[in-house]
C-alpha cells in the first residue's frame, strides 16, 4: 500500500462524515491541496456553506495546502463581508437601490485579500478565520478560535480574538521543517515515513 487515493471522496470505509475535502469543492475560487480533509457532525457538503459571504463579483480566493485538519463548523468569513469602515457610516446603502444606487460612486468596498491556509495545519472545531489573513505550514487554530491575524508556521493560537499561545517547536526545528517540506514529497516517501512523522526524531527525515 502507498497510502489511501486522494482522489477518493470518503478515504474511510462506512464513514461518509470526513471527506478528502478538494473532490467536494465545486466553487473554483475555493481551491484545496492533496490529502486535506473536512470532517462534519452532518453532512461534507456543509463546508461550502461555512465560506460566507463567498461573491463571484469579489473574485477572492480561499486557498488551503496539503494534509489539513478541519473540524465541523470552522467557518471562513470573505472579503463579500466587508462594509466601509473609513466613512460616517457604514451602512451598505448602495445594494438596496431605489435612490440609492449613487452611494458607492468613486468608492470601493475593503478588500483585505485571499484567505491562504498553509500545509498540515489543524483548524479546531468552529473556529473562524477572517478575510486576508495567512496561517503558516503546521499551525494549530484552537477550537473556537476568530484568527484576524497572519499565524506563523508551526504556531499554536487560539481565542477572539486569536493570540499565540506558543510555538509547536524550537526555531531551529521549525526552520528545519519549512524547508524539507514533507508534505510536498511523493506520497511513496511519504508513506515509508509515517512512523517518524508521527515522532519526534526529526533526523530521521532528514
Known amino acids: 500500500m502507498i497510502g489511501p487515493d486522494k482522489n477518493r471522496k470518503f478515504p474511510i470505509d462506512n464513514y ?10 465545486k466553487n473554483p475560487n475555493i481551491i484545496v491541496g492533496d490529502y486535506t480533509y473536512y470532517d462534519d457532525f452532518e453532512n ?17 480566493r480561499l486557498i488551503i495546502g496539503k494534509f489539513c485538519m478541519i473540524a465541523s463548523d470552522v467557518k471562513f468569513i470573505m472579503n463579500g463581508a466587508n462594509h466601509l469602515t473609513n466613512a460616517i457610516s457604514a451602512y451598505p446603502f448602495s445594494i438596496f437601490g431605489n435612490g440609492w444606487e449613487k452611494a458607492m460612486e468613486g468608492k470601493d468596498f475593503p478588500v ?3 484567505i491562504n491556509i498553509g500545509n498540515d495545519v489543524w483548524i479546531g472545531y468552529n473556529a473562524t478565520i477572517m478575510s486576508g489573513v495567512t496561517i503558516g505550514d503546521g499551525a494549530i487554530i484552537a477550537t473556537n478560535s476568530t484568527v484576524v491575524k497572519d499565524v506563523e508556521p508551526y504556531s499554536i493560537v487560539g481565542g477572539n480574538p486569536a493570540k499565540e499561545i506558543k510555538k509547536r517547536f524550537s526555531e531551529e526545528t521549525i526552520n528545519k521543517l519549512l524547508k524539507i517540506q514533507w508534505w510536498n514529497w511523493e506520497i511513496e516517501k511519504i508513506t515509508k515515513n509515517v512512523h517518524h512523522l508521527t515522532g519526534l526524531d526529526l533526523d530521521k527525515l532528514i
Open 16 to 25: 461518509e462524515k470526513l471527506c478528502f475535502l478538494k473532490n467536494i469543492i
Open 44 to 60: 461534507v457538503e456543509n463546508f461550502e456553506k461555512n465560506v460566507k459571504y463567498h461573491f463571484d463579483f469579489t473574485g477572492d
Open 112 to 114: 483585505k485579500g485571499d
